[in-house]
């Protein structure tokens, strides 16, 4: 019975790593966020998230309300940090997803056909 157990714990274990490894590794942070109206907007955000040694890269797009930034490799900025950044900045966050999606993915997603 213990080994039954011990066993369950090893796979519960391996798993919960690949759960966090995933989340660690992904490239692209995209944030849904209201009340962005106009390019001054756009680029006060763009300077606010450029500053973490963390970002790579920075893409706003105003029409469909997103926020992506690029990480460095090996690198992160946790949730609270970016909420607290762009709430600190006057707008709202609605929804953070994690992905390994480019930003010019991201561009071309929001560009459309």
Not at 94 to 109: F, N
């Given at each position: 019975?213990?080994?039954?157990?011990?066993?369950?714990?090893?796979?519960?274990?391996?798993?919960?790593?690949?759960?966090?490894?995933?989340?660690?590794?992904?490239?692209?942070i995209e944030?849904?966020?209201?009340?962005?109206?106009?390019?001054?907007?756009?680029?006060?955000?763009?300077?606010s998230l450029?500053?973490?040694?963390?970002?790579?890269?920075?893409?706003?797009?105003?029409?469909?309300?997103?926020?992506?930034?690029?990480?460095?490799?090996?690198?992160?900025?946790?949730?609270?940090?970016?909420?607290?950044?762009?709430?600190?900045?006057?707008?709202?966050?609605?929804?953070?997803?994690?992905?390994?999606?480019?930003?010019?993915?991201?561009?071309?997603?929001v560009k459309?056909?």
């Open positions: 019975m213990k080994l039954i157990k011990s066993n369950r714990l090893k796979v519960l274990a391996a798993a919960a790593l690949l759960a966090v490894s995933s989340l660690a590794s992904a490239a692209t944030m849904d966020v209201n009340g962005l109206v106009c390019a001054f907007c756009a680029q006060g955000i763009e300077k450029k500053a973490f040694p963390a970002t790579d890269a920075v893409f706003v797009s105003l029409e469909h309300r997103i926020v992506a930034v690029h990480l460095k490799d090996g690198s992160d900025i946790d949730d609270a940090t970016l909420r607290k950044a762009i709430t600190d900045a006057g707008y709202t966050v609605v929804a953070i997803r994690r992905t390994e999606e480019s930003l010019d993915a991201i561009r071309q997603r459309g056909p």
